[in-house]
């Protein structure tokens, strides 16, 4: 299975994150959503990528997702995830958000 | 008019609006007595304490067991405006001042929020993340989180408050340890009567039940033990067995507002006014009170109220329950008040909050004020005989026709603060 499919372990994991820990809407969290356009200011994307690092029990380097950035997707964020933590279990199994 | 009239008419003016009794819009609080004014009516007229025991353990150290008053509080449900994480405190806060606003029926739409300020009180502030976030770090070696910084520092409740009610007035925070929240409501009482706001969110908290924190307050020696046949009567405040506090956590929030503005907007009459304040210090010692300073403030807050008092009904105590604290007090309220004032002392059923007690104990005094009714001093038996004072005890005393109340906050510093309280004319 894909990161790019809504319905992916990894997706369902950061949208969790996002409406439990954030407060985003689930109807406002799609693939396709820019990291942007959830609502959050640059302080709760930082601390958003921070609980999804933590969930996922990796560190995603800087310049492979700068919060900050626009235009960087859910989608975008999956596959970085899941690059980052290929071979391990921890992708498989994400730990409940901590944030 | 002449130039001299004109100037008196002025001068006269001023000095009204800076003796102006300030209306209680709304109130609001997390205790742990309770959240509704039903719940913590039922608990302060029986007297009945939310004080339990708790052992703290600690890695290498002996159990250490403390009594503590804790609030039935889920933070998670607390959204913040911000979406940052929040400490226990912060969100205590939100959830008090949201309920202090929503009496009131603040409409934050229509409020000119130029003149709305918040006036904030924390003793110890975001102390309870920084202890379980150093904690993690240490022991545990998990990171900071990217804005630790926001949530423990003093003004973090303030920074929520102010994005919450999208305040552009005074946004303070105000740090004097027990007295924290009495000296922000009344600097906000004063920044109203001098024409700078129109209205404030007021009050103040404080989360103090993590580890390292109560370990803290333990050292100190001024807890008090829980009985193991009745840990709920740990702290006895005037009593001549008093051993210190029960620590607690909390928070309230009161909505102050000027009658003009009250009226042009259309709000609804309020039952309570603050009608007078005052702060100083003793400067004398850091943690010993000084009876002459207490003295002082008192005799101000009445001053400012423009009473007598013999007009003071009910005085909420500061009364720690500590073997210093409650005799400076007791020498002070006597050398004001004689011994024919009622007093109470509240902090026997919700315990210490520290930051927050001046507001939740303003709180009681204007229960006791709506009710007519003073609580009882909770645990105690037998007054320590030194003491020459009309303390409530036993059961809660009737006070038909009682006008004006009296609420006490001194503090670790040495300062001092008091806020008298009346009803609405």
Redesign the interface.
Known sequence: MTSSNASSPTFNSIAAILET???VERSAISPDTALSDL???S??L??FV?AVEDAFHLRIPEDRLDPREAGITLQRLCEVIDTESAGSAAAAQPAEAT? | MSSGAAHAALAASAARAASAPVRVSGIGFVTPIGRTVEAFDEALFAGRSAVRAQTLEIKGMDPMLLAVAACDFDSNGVRSTSRLPLDRGTAMALAAAQDAAGEAKLDLDTIDRDRLGIFWGSGLAGAGTFDNTTSALYGEQRRMRPTTVLTVMPNAAVAELALHFGARGSAIAYACACASSAVAIGEAMRAIRGGWIDVAIVGGHDAMLTPGVMASWHAMRVMAPPPADAPSSACRPFSGDRAGFAIGEGAAALVLESEAHAAARGAEAAPFVLAGYATNCDGTHNTNPDAPGQVRAMRAALRDAGIEASDVGHINAHGTATSAGDAAEAASIREVFGNHTPVSATKAIHGHVLGGGGAIELIAALRALARETLPPIANLQTPDAAFDLDFVQGEAREAKGIRYVLSNSFAFGGTNAVIVAGRAS
């Open positions: 820990d954030f407060r609502g959050l200011d302080l709760a930082m601390e921070f944030a």
